[in-house]
C-alpha cells in the first residue's frame, strides 16, 4: 500500500514533539515508546500496519483542542482513533503521525426521555447508549456487527449502519447533533438537540467523514422506544436467484421487515458450525427476517411473509417461537465475520452496495471470478437494502494469495458500481478503497470533495492518505 | 430568464453568466429567506420527468423540474409515498428540486426522517458549470462526502441540481389518530411524547392550540392500527377521554396540519425547529405579540404566523434562540427579508468554513447570492 512520504522535518524532531505534547497535556495522556505505542498500529484491517509517531488519549475536549493546537502549528498529521474497529483502515497511522484517541473520552453526559435524545462523548461503545436507557425500553437503533466495541465516534465518522437499518436508518439518520474540534483548534457546535438545523447541513456532511474535516468531542443521538418486542425467521431457498426475487416480492408487497438478512450456502454453513442456531444446511440461500411488534402483530406479520416465501418453494421455513431462538438466530448472523474466520486463516470483508433487483447477476458473477481466482467467498447481505458482505477467504502466509484477495475484492466493488451501486455502503472507504474512488467518481467530482476537505483542512493534516486517491493529493494540498 | 431544456444546457448558462443567478425551479419559495439581487435568473422548470422508479427496491430518480404534484401521483398509483410527506405550503408547483433544495419535510419527520434523510444522490451543477453527481440510487451508501446531503437544504446556493434520487416507502393500509381534548399546550405536548416515546410507532405527533387538541398519527396493517391507536389510547388515559379517528378522517386531517392549514392568514411565517419540550413556552412568551401558531413533531416544530416588523422577527428569533433552537422566515414582505436575519447567524469559526466551502462549490458567488445570509 503507497502512503504519502512521512515528513522528515517531523520524523527528525520525533523526541521534542512527543515533549511538546507532554508539555500540553497529563503526562498520561501520551504515549511515546514503541512498547505501548504497538497496539496502535493497525485497526480492524489487520492486512495493513504502521506504527505512529506518538498516541495521545486526551480525556477532554480543552485537551483535544490543544492537541490540535500543537499539531496544526507544527504541521504534524492527525489520526483520529475510536476503537480501532474499522474494516477500512479508517485509522490506520501513519510514521509521521500522531494517533488521537478518543476512548478516554467515554461519559454519557445527558440523557432525556421526554425529549428522547442522549448526549455522549466520542469514546461510549455502541451497546453502551443502548445499555444506559434499556431500562426505560429505550435503545439507540444502529447496531453494527462490532456494536459491542465500536465507539459511536467512530460509527459518526464511518456514518456505520448495521442489520436493522433497513427501518431505523444509518447513523445519519439517527443523529441530532455534534461537537466538532477543528484542525486550527476551534470548537464548532453543529446541530443540536433539535430536528432540523437552518444552514448547511453539516451534520450531513461530517457524518461519515471518516476524520477529514475535524475530531469529534461530542455526539447527540436520538433514542427510541424499544419495540413490545420481535421475532425472527428463517426461510431457505434452493437458489440465491430465488432468494433474491423472494426478497423483492415481500418488499413489493409493502411490508417492510425491521431486518432482511441474506446468507449463501457458504456462510450458511460458516455461521451454522458456530452458533448453531439452526441454520438449513441444504439451503443455498438463506434469509433471515425479522418483524416488530405484539405477540399477534408478530404473528400476523409473519404469517404475511410465509406466505409470499411459500411461493417460492422454500427448502425450509421457521419462525423462532423463543426470544432465546431469536437470540441465537442473531448470533450467528453477527458473529459472521468470525465464523468464517473459524474456517479460513484470513479473510477480506468488502462492503459493496447493489440494487437489490441485481442480486441474482452480481452472486453469478462473484461465482465465476470466485472459479477464476481460486479463492473461496462467501457472502452475507443486508438484502433489503442491498448492502453485500462479501467475505473473501486468503492465506496471509501466502503473499500471492493476499494480493489475489485484494485484486478479487477490487473487482467485485467495480461490479458493484458497474450495476448501479457503490464501493461502501457502512465500512467506508478509507485506505482500502480510496484507489478504487476513481471507478465512482469523476475526476472533477473527487476534485470538489478535496476542494471540502481543504475548507476544513487546509494542509491535509487531518487522517490524509484515506478516502482520496494519493494522485490527487498534492495538487488540492 | 433561461429554462435550459438539458443539464448540458443548463452547464453551459452558469459557465456563460456574467454576473449573479437567481436559482429556481417554478419560483414558489421566493417569498421565503431573502430575497436575491440577480440580473439574471435561471429555472430548473423544463428539465422535468420520473427518470428511475423501481417500486421493489423504494427508489425514485426525477428531473429537479418535476412537479411535487406528478412524482405523488406516480407513487399513490404503485401503493407508495414520499416519506417525509413534503408540505404543500407553496402551491401545487413546487418542485422536486425546490423541496431538496430547501430540506422542507412534513409530519411524518419525527419518526420517518426529513426529506434530507431520504435523499440518495443528486445530480447538479456547480458554479464553474461542472456537472457533478453524489451518492447514487441504493439506499446505503458512504463512499466519499456526503455532498448530497450538504446540497439538501442549501437553497441553490452551492449548486445547482438537475436531478435527484430518494428512498420512498409503501403508504399503509390504514391510518388512526388518537385526538385528545382540553389540553392546554404543556398537557399536549407531555401526551405527544408519551406517544412517541411508547412502542407504538407514532408517526405524527401535532398540537392545536387554537382547538386545544392533541394528535398522535399510527400508520400501519388494519389490524394494527386498531391494536395500537386502542393500547395507546389507553396509555394515554390521564390525558382524557380519546377520540379515535379511522382512516379517511386521518388522512385528511394530516393533510391539513401537513400543509398548516391551521396557520392563520398573516403577514409574516415563521418554521422553528427546538427540542419538544420548549414548544409550549414558545408559543406563550410570543402570544402577546399577536403571534399565533401550532405545534407539529411532537412539539419541536414550532409553525407560527404574525405581523411581519422587526421587533416581532426579533421576538419569534429569541425565543427559538432561548430553546436552543433554530428558525426560519418562511414568508414576510420583501423589505423586512432584505434586512433580517432569516436564519440564525453562525458563529465566526463555522462562517469562515462555510464562506471557504461555498467558495469551493462556486468561486464567483453567482449561485443565489444571500439567498439564506447577507453576502
Redesign the interface.
Known sequence: MLQPKPKSNVLEKRAEIIAGLKAVLPERAVIGDDVSLKPYETDGLTAYKQMPLAVVLPEDEAQVVAVMKFCHLHGIRIIPRGAGTSLSGGALPLADAVVIGMMRMNKILDI??????AVVQPGVTNIAITQAVQDE??FYAPDPSSQLACMIGGNVS??S?GAH?LKY??T??NLLGLRLV?I?G????IG???????????L??I???EG?LGVLTEVTVRIL????GARAMLAGFASNEVAGACV?AI??S???PVALEFMDKPAIHACEDFAHAGYPLDAEALLIIEVE??E??QT??LARIRDICAAYNPVSMRVSQTAEESAAIWKGRKGAFGAVGRISPDYLCMDG?????QLPNVLKRMQAMSDEYGLKVANIF?A????LHPLIMFDANDVESFHKAEAFGADILKLCVEV??????????GIE?RDL?SV???P???D??R??????DPDWLLNPSK?FPLSGLSAAA | MMTPDTEEALAAAIRDASGPLLVQGNGTKLSMLRPVQAAAMLSTANLSGITLYAPNELVMSAKAGTRLSEIEKTLAEAGQQMICEPPHIHGENQTIGGIVASNLSGPRRVTGGAIRDHVLGVRAVNGSGEILKFGGRVLKNVTGLDVAKLLTGSFGTLAVMTEVTFKVLPVSEATGTIVLRGLDAEQGVAALSAGLGSPFFVTGAAYLPAERKAFLRIEDFATSVKYRTEKLAGQLSEFGAAEILGTEDSIALWRDIRDCKFLEASEAVWRLSVVPSAGPAILRALAPLGVTGFLDWGGGLVNLTGPADQATHDAVCQAASVAGGTWWLMQAPEPLRAVVDVVPPEPVALAAIRARVQASFDPRGILNPGRLRAA
Open positions: 432525556n426521555y421526554a425529549d428522547r435524545y425500553e429505550f464511518m456514518n449502519g437499518c436508518g444509518v445519519a439518520n477543528t486550527e476551534e470548537v464548532l457546535e443540536g438537540k433539535q430536528m432540523d438545523a437552518a444552514g448547511y447541513d453539516w450531513g456532511l457524518t461519515g467523514s477529514q422506544h424499544s419495540p413490545e423483492d418488499i413489493s409493502g411490508i417492510i411488534g405484539s399477534t402483530e400476523e406479520m452496495t447493489i440494487p437489490t433487483s443486508h433489503g437494502d442491498g448492502n448501479g451501486g457503490c464501493l461502501t455502503g457502512e465500512h467506508g472507504v478503497k474512488m465512482q467518481f469523476t472533477a467530482e473527487l470538489q470533495q476542494r471540502i476537505k481543504t475548507a476544513f478516502v
